[in-house]
């Protein structure tokens, strides 16, 4: 019987002195001897807590048990109720557990369950709460109040805060006075508003992760080389809010510079690069093969199509370039007849997959348009097929059946129109003859198709 007990306490002494939450001896050994007699195996009864409290698999709740021990399960039942009391599914609550068992043991009155107050009061809870714990777990453990009435005092909406905390959650562990507010001051000297600052780091929290000196100034004295003016520099940082992320001296002023050698003007480079700065942000080496393929398809580099050419190039990237290729021959067009369009309209290719297979359905089936007319006509496929091109096709459809204008339309006329100019020549002018031009125009009249397109 003592070989018995002596081998029990040494097997609890052995867990307590693995387990970072401390499994006291002591407590174990002032038990009842009634409750000792028949108490559980603490590992064993750990591992059936987190299978059937938290919904882990026999695996994970194994492998969980080795970093902490349940004994009394009134904490770890609270902190369960509340999380499920705060919109969390079991099998949300699974994946947070099986990530940090620890939260189970975690200080409930001081720090999980005020923290899950407070964003039950900025509205996360749920999904959102879910997406923010799947990326840390820790967040519950943080003085989330400092860091949220920080970002609310400098002018940021609930919805940013929250925005903020589902992308980068680390940053409520930021250092308020030491790390956050420093960077929010910067970017007051630059001269960006409240709202600008609320508006770029909400969507680019990433950038309070940075070093300031390391590495937030270096970029803003490199775009003052480039740039010349604070506020140029302020529309190149609205335009891409990572580019404080990058090294621009290795991407930026060497892509300057090898544009430069190649003949291009600058004023057209600071153009480019004030639209779509990622143009200029793409590594070295897959600038160069861009700007190859760019010369060798024949652009003249001193107009805004050389630049647009390099944009689509080195934005697309070499895969989904295969595959948007793949695409448009998959509605008839050959290798040939697309970059015959790219060199007309080198944004076409920036379209999504989505939109392509949308509009090209469009264009080919219902208003049984040959690719060869695409090809001479790329921009079409920048429109809004939803609120352009099958409104105004279904006005001249209709205007068409009616006999209002001729059989022999031509209808890309009508779709590069600007909305204004189609709804004084067309819509507004027709109207009163036939009032169903106006249903069509908004989407209420089905179209079914137009035959024998013409240009």
């Known amino acids: 019987m003592l070989r018995l007990i002596f081998n029990e306490l040494s097997y609890v002494n052995s867990r307590a002195s693995k387990l970072s939450h401390g499994f006291c001896l002591s407590n174990y050994f002032h038990r009842p001897m009634s409750k000792m007699s028949k108490a559980t195996d603490p590992l064993s009864f750990t591992v059936s807590y987190l299978q059937k409290s938290c919904g882990l698999s026999k695996e994970s709740a194994i492998s969980a048990s080795k970093k902490l021990l349940i004994e009394n399960p009134e904490k770890s039942d ?150 010349g003016t604070d506020l140029d520099i302020l529309k190149a940082i609205k335009a891409c809010y990572s580019i404080l992320e990058y090294d621009l001296e290795k991407t930026l002023e060497r892509n300057i510079s090898v544009l430069k050698i190649h003949g291009v003007p600058e004023p057209l480079i600071l153009r480019i690069f004030l639209i779509q700065p990622r143009t200029l942000l793409v590594r070295p080496h897959r600038f160069d093969e861009v700007l190859a393929e760019v010369v060798e398809l024949g652009f003249d580099r001193n107009t805004m199509l050389f630049c647009l050419a390099v944009r689509s190039l080195a934005t697309v990237g070499k895969a989904h370039w295969q595959q948007k290729l793949e695409c448009f021959r998959s509605f008839g067009l ?71 204008v001729k059989e022999d339309i031509r209808i890309i006329p009508y779709l590069r129109m600007t909305e204004k100019n189609f709804m004084q020549k067309i819509v507004s002018k027709y109207q009163k003859k036939l009032p169903d031009v106006v249903k069509a125009h908004q989407g209420e009249i089905e179209f079914q198709t137009f035959p024998g397109i013409l240009v």
């Open 334 to 404: 050959s290798t040939d007849q697309v970059y015959s369009a790219f060199k007309l309209q080198p944004m076409f290719m920036l379209v999504s997959m989505k939109k392509i297979q949308k509009s090209m359905g469009f264009l080919t089936h219902k208003l049984k348009m040959e690719p060869s007319i695409m090809s001479r006509h790329p921009g079409i496929l920048l429109y809004s097929l939803e609120k352009r091109i099958i409104p105004r096709t279904s006005v001249m459809q209709l205007l068409r059946s009616k006999g209002v």
């Open 78 to 227: 609270s902190v369960l109720k509340l999380m499920r009391t705060h919109g969390l599914t079991q099998t949300h609550i699974a994946k947070i557990i099986a990530g940090r068992p620890g939260l189970l043991l975690a200080d409930f009155e001081g720090k999980i369950s005020p923290n899950l107050e407070l964003l039950k009061s900025f509205g996360v809870s749920g999904t959102k709460l879910a997406k923010i714990l799947g990326k840390d777990s820790r967040f519950l453990e943080w003085d989330l109040l400092e860091t949220v009435e920080f970002f609310r005092a400098q002018g940021f909406s609930d919805e940013q805060i929250t925005m903020m905390a589902v992308k980068l959650p680390s940053v409520f562990q930021c250092n308020v006075d030491g790390i956050l507010k420093p960077k929010v001051e910067f970017f007051r000297s630059l001269g960006f508003k409240d709202e600008d600052v609320a508006r770029i780091l909400s969507w680019e929290p990433y950038i309070l992760e940075r070093s300031l000196e390391k590495q937030i100034i270096p970029c803003i004295q490199v775009l003052r080389r480039v740039l």
